[in-house]
């Protein structure tokens, strides 16, 4: 079993900055993808970055490139998602997950398994 639980979601003005966190927990000895995605009200589901755990590899969608960094604090079995420069339509509820049948490149944005997700706000 692999569990997943994000954090660090809120409200913030355009312009700002936000950090996320998924602390995944129980089947986190292997190398795998930490994907996040994000979906707005009435939208489709879009990945916006990942890593591979086993070298820190990462993968970035062409809308949040330069303003969005994925990283991972291994001790801590954690990934963030730094968020800056945000803007009106990144809003959307954000979602962590992990793709354990990769082969090393997370560039498909998959997930197996999911967290519940976390509420982002960008006011105008």
């Known amino acids: 079993q692999l569990q997943l639980v994000e954090s660090g979601g809120g409200s913030v003005q355009a312009g700002g900055s936000l950090r996320l966190s998924c602390v995944a927990s129980?089947?986190?000895?292997?190398?795998?993808?930490i994907d996040w995605f994000r979906q707005a009200p009435g939208k489709g589901r879009e990945g916006v970055a990942a890593?591979?755990?086993?070298?820190?590899?990462?993968y970035y969608a062409d809308s949040v490139k330069g303003r969005f960094t994925i990283s991972q604090d291994n001790a801590k079995n954690t990934v963030y998602l730094e968020m800056n420069s945000l803007k009106p339509e990144d809003t959307a509820m954000y979602y962590c997950?992990?793709?354990?049948?990769?082969?090393?490149?997370?560039?498909?944005?998959?997930?197996?398994?999911w967290g519940k997700g976390t509420l982002v706000t960008i006011s105008s």
């Open positions: 997950a992990a793709d354990l049948g990769n082969g090393g490149n997370c560039q498909g944005f998959e997930g197996d398994y």
């Open positions: 129980g089947y986190t000895y292997r190398s795998y993808c």
């Open positions: 890593i591979y755990t086993g070298d820190g590899k990462t």
